[in-house]
């Protein structure tokens, strides 16, 4: 229904889609204006760093890079609370993605330690006096010196109460799991400029990663040099102010289409009943039946906006925006669950769209293939040198970039979810009504300033904690 209802709504936006005033489109691609907010993370009242640590703290975290990199920020964090040292992370194996990629692989330790250094001490690995506290260790039995309660969201006062005395008798404490064991609210505040500036300074990827992303950058600003130029060669300069304007930029489109997000948001992609129990035996196997949204219909979860955008989708969604079949369109994903078949319709409507392997050579890429981290780095990398960013439904990069720029006050495209699934149900709208809807619905949902609420997260919601008033 879905792939019917968004292949008839695309054919008439091939013709009509083309309409768009020039000033709609100027609008578009034009950067945010100054929204009288930013960067504020250097306190002048910062407590120094103490001669004397109160030990050392290990933290090991699980998830995908986004995930992690949100727990290596709170892992500062404490370590700052509880005056302790703190050993890099130790990144786990995620088991889907398989990869055994360590910190030091995707992070550049050295600039990480440098910029925090007057904050908090770090070491990039325990003295041999500690040397038995591994991860080894820690999965062969119980052990004094884990920490294996931390509750979700625990208060600075828990890690005072449960993790410090902890330290104080053994010099050690291992914190596993970790991630999202840092409370958002009620925190001082340099402890929260600590948190961002962890985020938004001192995690900088290693220079491969660098120089792998600003390749893919270069060839989507200069597409003529595709394949040709490199991340150490400069743009080369053009006559055509207008053809430079127009090729010099591009969107990055976050696909989170994967067979896990299909399967755990339980709606129906239009595969027919195959598809249907397909997924519904990979979610019995994967989270044995305790998900949420199967006890809801299809119907009920696209009314909710609980339903991830397919990639047809997502490209009726940009169209209708403005965006034409001339837009450089990167896709960061890393597997779209029904491959190729299912993103040729959005490749129809974006021709000119690319992604690392049809950016980059094989040889090119050797360093980072096969590794999701890694993969995921370059795709991050990308994103937030983008002119305009969009993802296709949230998750932890979502958030993250979300975060990230609106730090640096770059435009980023909120998909209104709520508005879109009862749009994708009308089986009559025409497209000027579809378009006209879709316009509107977004206006205020493209990088404004929005301030963090209680509960919410501080990485993906800088302001105020970690911006002011310029």
């Not at 828990?158 to 330290?167: G, H, K, R, T």
């Not at 289409?257 to 249907?276: N, T």
């Not at 078949?341 to 049809?358: G, V, Y």
């Not at 809807?437 to 970690?466: F, M, W």
Request: with cysteine; hydrophobic share 40%.
């Amino acid at each position: 229904m879905l792939r019917n209802q968004g292949t008839c709504l695309y054919l008439r936006s091939l013709y009509i889609g083309k309409l768009l005033p020039i000033k709609r489109q100027f609008d578009l691609w034009s950067p945010l204006p100054n929204q009288g907010w930013k960067p504020c993370i250097d306190s002048a009242d910062t407590p120094s760093l103490p001669e004397r640590s109160q030990g050392y703290i290990q933290v090991f975290l699980d998830g995908g890079l986004n995930q992690q990199r949100m727990g290596i920020c709170d892992a500062v964090a404490v370590a700052k609370i509880l005056n302790a040292t703190l050993v890099i992370p130790h990144l786990e194996v995620n088991p889907v993605w398989q990869d055994s990629s360590s910190f030091t692989n995707i992070f550049d330790v050295d600039h990480f330690i440098n910029v925090l250094q007057d904050e908090v001490s770090i070491v990039k690995e325990l003295p041999r006096e500690y040397s038995w506290s591994s991860r080894e260790y820690y999965a062969t039995g119980i052990r004094a010196t884990r920490i294996k309660t931390a509750p979700i969201h625990a208060s600075a006062d828990w890690y005072l109460e449960n993790v410090l005395p902890v330290m104080r008798s053994y010099g050690i404490a291992a914190i596993s799991p970790f991630s999202h064991r840092l409370a958002f609210d009620k925190l001082p505040v340099e402890i929260q400029h600590l948190r961002c500036k962890v985020n938004f300074e001192a995690l900088a990827f290693v220079p491969r990663i660098r120089l792998i992303g600003e390749t893919l950058v270069n060839r989507l600003r200069d597409p003529s040099g595709k394949l040709q130029a490199s991340g150490t060669e400069v743009l080369r300069e053009r006559t055509d102010d207008t053809e430079k304007e127009r090729a010099g930029k591009f969107v990055v489109l976050h696909l989170r289409f994967d067979k896990d997000m299909a399967a755990h948001s339980a709606c129906d992609f239009g595969g027919g009943k195959a598809e249907k129990l397909a997924l519904a035996k990979y979610r019995q196997v994967l989270w044995q039946g305790r998900v949420l949204n199967s006890q809801f219909t299809d119907h009920e979860l696209r009314n909710q906006g609980r339903c991830p955008l397919t990639p047809e989708e997502i490209g009726l969604l940009l169209t209708a925006l403005g965006f034409n079949n001339n837009t450089h369109l990167y896709l960061a994903s890393h597997k779209v669950y029904g491959g190729e078949a299912r993103i040729s319709t959005l490749r129809t409507m974006f021709p000119l769209m690319e992604d690392k392997k049809s950016l980059a050579s094989a040889n090119e890429l050797a360093e980072v293939e096969g590794k999701a981290s890694l993969m995921a780095a370059v795709d991050y990398y990308v994103s937030l040198k983008s002119d305009i960013f969009i993802s296709a439904s949230p998750g932890n990069m979502h958030n993250a970039l979300l975060g990230h720029r609106a730090y640096l006050n770059l435009k980023t495209i909120r998909p209104n979810m709520l508005l879109l699934g009862p749009l994708f149900l009308n089986k009559t709208i025409e497209w000027s009504e579809f378009q006209h809807a879709v316009i509107n619905g977004h206006k205020n949902r493209q990088g404004q300033t929005r301030l963090r609420k209680e509960k919410q997260s501080i990485y993906t919601y800088p302001a105020p904690d970690c911006m002011c008033r310029a």
